[in-house]
């Protein structure tokens, strides 16, 4: 199994914080994964994919964003989200000295949507994305849409949602996606939430989850 160890780099603003999983036999390419909003990057589901995709030859960092690092605990703040895209942007510098193939950049949830941000602003930072339980709107809210840098996104995108996440529902994610001009591919996990349902009986199969995303990879 691929091993992971603690990485830190504080060699520029803002410092890079997490676990690195080297693989055994590497495919050349390298994926930088962070977490949601009020998680940090040892949580369950992105440890999981970060192995699954370790064991089919990626290097994988999953790493914390600036708030977190700031902060112990709780959710980020309305001002961190800039700094937040900045930490997103030193961490893909720094994987691509660590990948010699593909670099791809992931998150879940609010990791997620900065990181897409990001790709929105600069498409030469990467090759494709993995947007697991992308926030569309706030619950209860669907006309406050987060899309309004989808049109300029043109870095490919793979977006792993649940069919019960009351943050987008199936319809309202494929219309999302329509506005995208890059290839996407959205993958449903039948009755999980917003944290996809890791680890109970109707949650996301991982495994099943990476083979997709390398098929749609190719």
């Given at each position: 199994?691929?091993?992971?160890?603690?990485?830190?780099?504080?060699?520029?603003?803002?410092?890079?914080?997490?676990?690195?999983?080297?693989?055994?036999?590497?495919?050349?390419?390298?994926?930088?994964?962070?977490?949601?909003?009020?998680?940090?990057?040892?949580?369950?589901?992105?440890?999981?994919?970060?192995?699954?995709?370790?064991?089919?030859?990626?290097?994988?960092?999953?790493?914390?964003?600036?708030?977190?690092?700031?902060?112990?605990?709780?959710p980020?703040?309305?001002?961190?989200?800039?700094?937040?895209?900045?930490?997103?942007?030193?961490?893909?510098?720094?994987?691509?000295?660590?990948?010699?193939?593909?670099?791809?950049?992931?998150?879940?949830?609010?990791?997620?949507?900065?990181?897409?941000?990001?790709?929105?602003e600069?498409?030469?930072?990467?090759?494709?994305?993995?947007?697991?339980?992308?926030?569309l709107?706030?619950?209860?809210?669907?006309?406050?849409?987060?899309?309004?840098?989808?049109?300029?996104?043109r870095?490919?995108?793979?977006?792993?949602?649940?069919?019960?996440?009351?943050?987008?529902?199936?319809?309202?994610?494929?219309?999302?996606?329509?506005?995208?001009?890059?290839?996407?591919?959205?993958?449903?996990?039948?009755?999980?939430?917003?944290?996809?349902?890791?680890?109970r009986?109707?949650?996301?199969?991982?495994?099943?989850?990476?083979?997709?995303?390398?098929?749609?990879?190719?």
């Amino acid at each position: 199994m691929a091993r992971a160890e603690p990485y830190f780099d504080d060699s520029a603003d803002p410092p890079v914080r997490g676990h690195l999983h080297r693989p055994e036999s590497t495919s050349g390419d390298g994926l930088a994964l962070t977490h949601g909003a009020g998680s940090d990057s040892g949580a369950p589901l992105l440890v999981a994919v970060a192995e699954a995709l370790a064991a089919a030859g990626m290097t994988v960092l999953r790493y914390d964003l600036p708030y977190r690092q700031a902060r112990a605990k709780g959710p980020p703040r309305p001002g961190d989200a800039a700094r937040d895209r900045e930490g997103i942007r030193r961490v893909a510098a720094v994987m691509r000295g660590m990948a010699s193939g593909r670099l791809l950049l992931g998150g879940h949830s609010y990791g997620g949507r900065q990181t897409s941000m990001v790709a929105a602003e600069d498409p030469s930072l990467g090759d494709a994305l993995l947007l697991q339980s992308y926030p569309l709107h706030p619950p209860g809210r669907p006309e406050q849409l987060r899309t309004a840098h989808l049109p300029n996104l043109r870095m490919r995108a793979f977006f792993v949602q649940g069919t019960r996440d009351n943050f987008g529902t199936p319809e309202e994610m494929q219309a999302a996606l329509e506005l995208i001009p890059a290839e996407t591919q959205l993958y449903l996990v039948r009755d999980a939430g917003h944290d996809l349902g890791f680890g109970r009986k109707h949650g996301v199969d991982v495994v099943a989850m990476v083979q997709e995303f390398l098929k749609f990879l190719g």
